[in-house]
């Protein structure tokens, strides 16, 4: 039997949808026939690329694992050969997962604020310089490294922390390099950190997003992957009906707008609708899991999505990815091959979606210097 694990201590931060969805402590799915999620302006947006298989295509989950460990599921990270899961109500927030069969290996992470346990783990990063994976813990505003041993006979741990000082409330972490770290958050003078090694801000990049004097700064929040090459990164925004490109070499960022044009559109007054829940990536594709719902007509059911948005990385809107399902986050293979993606019902579950050929054969261009438009410029801090 898992025991309920604490709420995060600064509650307000975390998403409308999600807090509800927490403080149920993992409560049953109450299903709703209220509106159809996705079915904004913006056409058919759950076609496949490429115009296969119109708008009646379903990609059908294959379970990979539906062991009792999982209890509410919310992010995932996958690298070959494990897939990492984090649960915001077992008694251990991280579980190790084998990619090739699904086994659950370990699972670890005391609920706690001292070394190696986590209070209110929000996302979970992979570290490209040394193999390892971090989990970010907004309450702590702390980044924790899980030591993957390069000999699949040794176990899974925590190692070091660091303690992020981003001159605001940082709500992820990315590792550029293995001394820069970018961080997505509410800032009063740029849309990213810039940190070094440490911990510390050492610049910024783009603009703190326009709103109003009575809009709540969650507006703003995102969720953040990197490219593969670590030159470039995606913000997928929930309250936005868009993504943010960033480029890092030249410090810009540019706004796409998404296929689907949210009620408010650009001037949301509150945190009612939802966009893009979750994001990932490969070398040529943007993949955002997105919503399209309300809270105030969907419930607890406006923090997931059954439809994948799929971008390049110069913004061109590919199409769209229909789930046979509800899942709440998603990752993407580094060969582009499938998703995995972590659902809740009828029981908790890591599932697969393998994708269409037309997804992994297709070769995209970078993003390039001056290619797009509304680029903004970076800030310093203090600027």
């Not at 402590?25 to 947006?45: F, H, L, N, Y």
């Not at 994976?133 to 041993?149: C, F, G, Q």
């Not at 949210?262 to 001037?267: I, T």
């Amino acid at each position: 039997m898992h025991q309920a694990g604490r709420l995060t201590d600064v509650r307000w931060l975390v998403p409308v949808a999600l807090v509800a969805l927490l403080a149920a402590g993992g409560a049953a799915w109450i299903r709703s026939d209220a509106g159809s999620p996705g079915s904004g302006t913006g056409g058919p947006v759950c076609a496949l690329p490429g115009g296969a298989g119109g708008g009646g295509t379903t990609l059908s989950a294959a379970v990979v694992s539906e062991a009792s460990d999982l209890a509410l599921p919310t992010r995932l990270l996958v690298h070959d050969p494990w897939v990492f899961v984090l649960d915001v109500v077992s008694d251990s927030v991280l579980h190790v997962f084998r990619l090739d069969d699904g086994a659950l290996v370990q699972s670890l992470g005391r609920r706690g604020k001292g070394p190696g346990e986590f209070w209110s783990a929000w996302s979970i990063s992979f570290d490209g310089q040394f193999g390892d994976a971090w989990i970010y813990d907004i309450s702590l505003a702390r980044l924790t490294e899980i030591v993957v041993p390069r000999d699949d006979t040794r176990p899974v741990y925590a190692g070091r922390s660091i303690q992020l000082a981003a001159q605001g409330l940082a709500t992820g972490a990315a590792w550029l390099d293995s001394t820069r770290l970018l961080t997505p958050g509410f800032f009063r003078d740029a849309r990213l950190a810039v940190l070094d090694g440490a911990g510390l801000r050492v610049g910024g990049i783009g603009q703190r997003l326009p709103h109003g004097s009575d809009t709540p700064p969650q507006v703003s929040q995102a969720r953040i992957a990197l490219h593969p090459n670590g030159h470039l990164a995606v913000l997928a925004n929930r309250h936005l009906g868009s993504i943010e490109l960033v480029d890092l070499d030249r410090a810009m960022t540019t706004t796409v707008q998404g296929p689907v044009t949210l009620p408010h559109g650009s001037a949301i007054p509150g945190l009612d609708d939802i966009a893009y829940v979750d994001v990932t990536t490969t070398s040529t594709s943007i993949f955002g899991l997105f919503s399209g719902r309300s809270v105030s007509t969907f419930g607890q059911r406006a923090s997931y999505g059954d439809c994948i948005h799929v971008f390049d990385w110069n913004g061109t809107f590919e199409g769209g990815l229909r789930l046979d399902g509800d899942v709440i986050a998603i990752a993407v293979t580094e060969d582009g091959s499938a998703i995995y993606a972590l659902r809740h019902e009828p029981r908790p579950a890591l599932v697969r979606f393998d994708l269409p050929v037309v997804r992994v054969a297709r070769q995209s261009p970078l993003l390039r210097p001056g290619h797009l438009q509304r680029h903004h410029p970076a800030s310093e801090p203090g600027s």
